[in-house]
């Protein structure tokens, strides 16, 4: 599969059996279903990046806040 960026993904959960790793937020966490991505090219590296999209926005804005 070819990601672009510009869109949104959901990940797989051989993803996250491979990784193994408990930092990385988890698909299906909490009794919620998987988390929503959009991906964006880091244009240094061109690296493609999925960051995870929230509708909670306050509850991320006071961690940003805090960091």
């Known amino acids: ?3 672009q960026e510009g869109y949104v993904y ?3 959960d051989e993803y996250f059996i491979k990784a ?8 299906k966490e909490n009794g919620n ?3 929503t991505f959009y991906c964006i090219r880091d ?3 061109a690296l493609l990046w999925l960051v995870p999209l ?3 926005v306050e509850k991320y804005q006071a ?3 805090k960091k």
Not at 20 to 27: E, F, R, V
Request: hydrophobic content about 20%.
């Open 1 to 3: 599969m070819d990601y």
């Open 10 to 12: 959901h990940i797989k």
């Open 54 to 56: 929230s509708s909670r």
């Open 63 to 65: 961690i940003y806040d």
């Open 20 to 27: 193994n790793d408990p930092n990385l937020m988890q698909n």
């Open 33 to 35: 279903y998987r988390p």
């Open 43 to 45: 244009e240094k590296t």
